[in-house]
Each structure stands twice: as structure tokens, then as C-alpha cells.
């Protein structure tokens, strides 16, 4: 069962032999999907931990968890139009143009935010402004990782893949502790209300100039690999990834990752909105919680995609799931009965090392999925595809809190994650670690 579920790579160069890579492309190249994911990462966390203080300001008295909720969502919905989008291009026409008109994307529409007016100008406007600007940048986020994780995967060495694929993976919560450090000092340092008046605005501009100096130095100096160079092109990767010889392999990676994004929905954003709006932390306790949870899931998921090379991908992914099925949902019940900040600190970090640290692997498990001609258009719509349903958690959670109750049905979700996130491994196969991505 599990042999099947990976087709051949069609391709007529893949006995061929091929040149050694250059030792400078492979760093350029890892570091610039490092970056790239740091860049995306930092994007979509800015309204979890920039904006959540500033929401009543901002967006008017009442809209505090559901407008924060609206703005992470309508983000994460963009990504699977990106990866649809820039999927294909980045298979046909290559890696590193598609990651450049990308970040160019990311670099205006975070930009823009940081002059959007409040609600005291625009009324309900100022939402539907930045919903609309979040959902933008989310199509760019999408097309950035869909091009620049796999060419960064196709330039490491096999043995070292999966180490690479956990430095890559963690920058996301290398971000967010970037954002949640800025966020602390500026909400430390800025006199009386200039945060929630313009002090949230910083970390946009800041956000955008990262993507637009990301953008020059792919520009400049990353190459595109010597495995898509080298494979035969197809007419329609999108295509062949959604109803042709690779629609196995996208079931399999969907089922996976939706687990993992009901998993990340409910231990980021909910838990931010849940431990914010509760008044259990003030802005300045939220924002060196999230510092130090963010920080250290990003040692461990940094740990866990080396950790897959010596057990095995599908085999790490079933025992993290197991793990998490017991772990989250405990830990979840423990903050929510905690009665001090020390306790809020060490559980929030314990919810985000059990649940989000298992994207280590997913960088080179995802491209060793699929082969050159389609891998882009496999990485990227198995990876946001999955968000849909996760993403519109500001619909379906409250319903279910209100029949079950609030912290039982986060527990649930959670539990939930696990479980898809398990079968997902268990239905694929085990990847080979050992040799260069076909």
C-alpha cells in the first residue's frame, strides 16, 4: 500500500548524471529558503502578536479576538490562490523568478498596512482594508514558499536534508519571537497609548523592508538548481498534481498537513486570542510569553527535522502525532486552570513544542514527495491547500465552543490534529533520505 502511493517521476534525464552542485549555490540557495520562510513567517504572524494589542484601537471597541481572528485567516486563505498560481510557474519557468515577483508582492501589500487609517476614519472600512491586504499578501506569501522551499531542498545534500529542512522550517517561529520582541519593546518603551495609536505600525514597515531586501538578494545571487534545470518539463503540473499520476501522493500530503494546520490554528492565534482576551496576560506578559514559547519550539522543530533523517519521516511524523494527541489537549486544560504568569509561560511553551514543531521535516518530506516537473505545484498546493478548512476556524469555533464549551472543543480540535496529522504519515510512504530528490 505504501509503495503505490508515490508515482515515478516521468521524467527521461533521471538516470542521467549530474554535475556537482556548486558549494556557494547550496548556501546561497538554503540560506535565501531560510530567510524566505522567515520573511513569509514574520508576514503572517504580524497581525497574532503586532495587532492583537492594538485591535480595540484599531478596529473599534468589540472587535478585540474576532477581527485579529479575520486578518490571520483572510492571510492564510490567500496561500493556497498563491501556490496555484505560482506553483505552476515555478515548475515551468523556475525557482528563483517566481520567488523574486513573489517577495515583491509580500514587500507592498505589508507595506500598505502600515498606513491604513483606524476606525475612527474609516468605521468598518479600516477591517475590511486589511482583511483585503492580509488576503493579498497571502497569495504572494503562498507563491514565496511554494518556489523557494523545494529550491532550497534541491540544492542540499541527501544526508543533510533533513537538518536543512528544520532550519528552514524553523524560522517561522524564529519570527515569531522576532515579532513578539519587537512588539515587547515598542509596548515597553513607547509612552502611554503611542503603541495602540501608531507604535503597531513599526513592525509592518519593518516586515516590508525585509521582503523587499530578500527580494535583491535573490536577485542578485541564488541560481536555480541543477535538478529542475535537468528534469523534463510538463505541459500542466497543476494538473498532473490534482487529478493525474500525482493526485495519490496530494490526498496523502493534505490529510497530513490539515492535522497539522488544526494543530497550529488552535496553539497560535486561539491560544493569543484565548490568553489575551481572558486577562490572564496584560499586552506586555502576552508579548514575552509568546518570545519565549515561539523561541523555543523553534529549537526543537530545528532538532526534529534532523531528528527524521535517522528515524525516518512517515515514522517521526506517527510518533509526534501520538504524542500530540495526549500532550496538546492536557496541556491546553492546564492553561486554561493556570493561576500565574510563570504557569501560563512554561504551558504556552509546552503547547507549541507538542503541536508546531513537527514542520521540522515537512520541507524535505514534501519535496522528496513529488518529483522536479511538478514539485512546486505539489509543495505548495499540499501545503496550503490544507489551511482552508484550519483557516476558517473564526467560523466553525465558536459554534462548536458554544454546543460543547469553550476549552473542551479547542481540546478537541487539538486532538483532532493529531489524529490527521498520524494517519496522514501512515498512509504515505517512507521517503528516501539517502539520495538527491528525483
Known sequence: MHS???????????TAPRPAPSPAGIRRAVRGGALGNYVDQFDIMLPVAALTPAAA????????????????AATLLGRPIGATVFGPLADRVGRTATTRVALAGIAVTTGLIA??????????????????????????????????VPLAMEWSDPRRRGRLSGLVMSMSPWASTTIAALVLLLVSTLPGDAYVTWGWRVPFVVGAVLAGALCLYYRSVVPDSDVWLGAAPRRHPLRDVLVGPYRRSLAQVLVLMTGLWLLTQMAVPTMTAAVRSGGVLD??????TLMVATAASAVVMHAAGAASTRTGRRRFFVVFAAVSLV???????????AGSTAAVVLLVT???????????????YLAERFPAAVRSSGYGVGYSLSIVVPALYPVWLPVLQGAVGADV??????????????????????????????
Open 327 to 337: 500532550a496538546g489537549p492536557l496541556t491546553w486544560a492546564g492553561i486554561a486552570a
Open 57 to 72: 484601537q484599531l478596529f473599534g471597541p468589540g472587535h478585540l479576538a474576532g477581527a485579529t481572528g479575520w486578518v490571520f
Open 409 to 438: 472543543a479547542v481540546m478537541g480540535v487539538l486532538a483532532l490534529g493529531a489524529a490527521l496529522l498520524g494517519l496522514g504519515a501512515w498512509w504515505g510512504p517512507e521517503t528516501d533520505r539517502e539520495r538527491p530528490l528525483p
Open 115 to 148: 498606513v491604513v487609517p483606524g476606525h475612527t476614519v474609516l468605521g468598518a472600512g479600516t477591517i475590511a482594508l486589511v482583511v483585503a491586504l492580509r488576503f493579498l499578501g497571502g497569495v504572494f506569501v503562498g507563491g514565496e514558499y511554494t518556489a523557494a
Open 283 to 288: 499586552a506586555q506578559a502576552l508579548s514575552f
Open 350 to 364: 509546552l503547547l507549541q513544542v507538542v503541536t508546531v514543531t513537527a514542520y521540522g521535516p515537512v520541507g524535505a
Open 4 to 14: 503505490s502511493a508515490t508515482p515515478p517521476a516521468p521524467s527521461p534525464t533521471a
